[in-house]
């Protein structure tokens, strides 16, 4: 398990960053292997920046077959998470209203980061939408029933098919 890291505390460390050796299975994501790599949290004054560089094995289910496989998942990414003070402008930060493009991830600055909780949203993000198995080929598993066919109209269906079709010369 990862300790959530108290974010003034960066400020004292060496070049302002701490690098996380990642060996671990994270809470909520069931993986064959535990997570391994290398997490960066860097303070910037005003915003920390968080890369990693991550990978694991999850097991999933095809959408196709309902067969098992697994699936190696990784994350190689970089974020911002703004920091927000308690006081901006001379007035407490409470609710306000905040326009679309304004939404970020921010965290409070006096508060902690929890690199488990971004991991795990990371490997999240990296799941894929459609399960599909490199075993599971395309139409492999596409069924149609035939259409259903009234019983009343059965006889009509039958000399239809003795009938000639409508164009065809004969």
């Not at 005003?46 to 190696?72: F, G, H, M, W």
């Not at 965290?107 to 198995?133: C, I, K, N, V």
């Amino acid at each position: 398990m990862m300790e959530p890291i108290y974010i003034p505390r960066l400020l004292t460390a060496p070049k302002k960053s701490e690098t996380l050796e990642v060996k671990t299975f994270l809470s909520g994501l069931d993986t064959l292997t535990p997570v391994r790599g290398t997490m960066m949290v860097t303070h910037y004054g005003d915003y920390l920046q968080v890369s990693a560089n991550a990978e694991t094995i999850k097991t999933l289910i095809c959408d196709r077959s309902l067969q098992q496989y697994n699936q190696r998942l990784t994350v190689d990414t970089s974020e911002l998470i703004w920091l927000q003070s308690e006081w901006v402008d001379g007035e407490p930060q409470g609710e306000k209203e905040v326009a679309p493009e304004e939404l970020t991830e921010s965290l409070p600055a006096q508060g902690y980061f929890d690199p488990e909780t971004w991991l795990y949203e990371q490997f999240s993000l990296q799941l894929p939408m459609r399960q599909l198995s490199g075993e599971s080929a395309t139409g492999e598993y596409d069924y149609h029933d035939p259409p259903m066919v009234d019983q009343r109209w059965a006889a009509l269906a039958a000399l239809k098919e003795k009938l000639p079709n409508d164009g065809e010369e004969g």
